[in-house]
């Protein structure tokens, strides 16, 4: 069986389900952009356009969850867990989740050798 690159969290899966009722299909990046820090972010499907240069690095819940090319040479050999949290005061992202004073935020940890040998082709 081929390692995952992405896991969710029961907290994220309940927020995006909310989200889905109210926005249908949505879309993931992780940011990596000044405004946002390194959060992952939450928009409708139509509402961002994908860099053609972005990496794909699966699906959750349904929803793709792309990364741009610079940031996957960092992240290559990490396992990315999508969480949420209560937003912190003062958040300004343009992510769909701060609607509900919530945050979706990012858990990375380095694969094993085993993981890493056995991961999907990208």
Do not use: W
């Amino acid at each position: 069986m081929s390692t995952q690159r992405l896991a969710v969290t029961k907290e994220a899966i309940k927020t995006i389900e909310k989200l889905k009722v109210l926005h249908g299909d949505l879309v993931f990046n992780q940011s990596g952009g000044c405004c946002d820090g390194s959060a992952p972010m939450c928009y409708e499907k139509g509402d961002f356009y994908v860099p053609s240069r972005n990496v794909k690095l699966g699906d959750i819940c349904g929803c793709e969850f792309f990364i741009s090319a610079d940031q996957f040479e960092y992240f290559k050999h990490s396992h990315i867990t999508l969480d949420c949290k209560d937003n912190f005061e003062g958040s300004n992202s343009f992510s769909l989740e701060t609607a509900f004073e919530r945050q979706f935020v990012s858990v990375s940890r380095i694969f094993t050798d085993e993981e890493y040998n056995n991961l999907e082709v990208q």
